[in-house]
């Protein structure tokens, strides 16, 4: 798997908008980029997923480097309830079966009053 | 919002016994799956499921891990003999199909203790 890299960790004030950055200069061409986060003692959680262009969600908006190499998610107005965990992963959607998701160690965010 | 359910969310075991952990995936989902986490590293997949079968299985789940589906809506790990090592939090996923847009839905896991 090609792999992701993300600090380890970040800070924000509530209210504010974060970015958050991933770098994955061997991506493939059939690579999408997936977000998920954690928040404490949960399970993993869909953030948003794209190939080449900017997509947005009610979470999320996920911005994409014009060579792919890297990413960056926004959260546009953090609360304490996005204090979490956030993984970048990037899955090859062209295998024969859902492939896995490999998690690294993400990023924590951590929001601050 | 469909939701991947699992039970126990907490068991403990005794060393050497049998578990079993049991995961409702989203009723329309074909792709299963089992990750685990052990407390403070990352999240790690063990095992994917797909029309009755393994599809694919880390070098984690070796004979003392088992998978089935029992009757079209359960999804079990059984886990033969448990070890002090398998103490971790067990994830169970399921996703539709290929590429399907809202990714994998991940149950809050069965926080699985061995004593």
């Known amino acids: 798997d090609a792999k992701t890299t993300q600090p380890n960790s970040m800070e924000s004030n509530e209210e504010e908008p974060v970015h958050l950055p991933c770098n994955h200069s061997?991506?493939?061409?059939?690579?999408?980029i997936h977000w998920y986060r954690q928040l404490p003692s949960q399970g993993p959680e869909y953030v948003i997923h794209g190939l080449t262009s900017n997509v947005n969600n009610r979470m999320a908006s996920l911005a994409i480097a014009e060579d792919r190499k890297s990413s960056t998610l926004i959260l546009h107005r953090a609360t304490l309830r996005d204090a979490a965990v956030y993984y970048c992963?990037?899955?090859?959607?062209?295998?024969?079966?859902?492939?896995?998701?490999?998690f690294g160690t993400g990023t924590r965010l951590q929001v601050t009053l | 919002e469909p939701e991947v359910t699992q039970t126990p969310s907490h068991q403990v075991t005794q060393m050497g016994q049998e578990v079993i952990l049991r995961c409702v995936p989203i009723?329309?989902?074909?792709?299963f799956y089992w990750y685990r986490q052990i407390l403070g590293q990352k999240v790690e997949f063990l095992v994917s499921?797909?029309?009755?079968?393994?599809?694919?299985k880390s070098e984690i789940f070796d004979d003392q891990f088992s998978v089935e589906r029992p009757d079209g809506s359960n999804f079990t790990l059984k886990i033969r003999s448990t070890k002090l090592e398998d103490s971790a939090m067990y994830f169970c996923?399921?996703?539709?199909?290929?590429?399907?847009?809202?990714?994998?839905?991940f149950g809050s896991g069965t926080r699985l203790t061995v004593v």
């Open positions: 009723s329309n989902h074909l792709y």
């Open positions: 996923a399921s996703i539709a199909a290929r590429g399907q847009i809202y990714g994998y839905t």
């Open positions: 992963i990037l899955r090859d959607e062209n295998t024969g079966t859902a492939s896995k998701l490999t």
């Open positions: 499921f797909y029309n009755n079968e393994i599809s694919e």
């Open positions: 061997t991506i493939s061409g059939t690579d999408y």
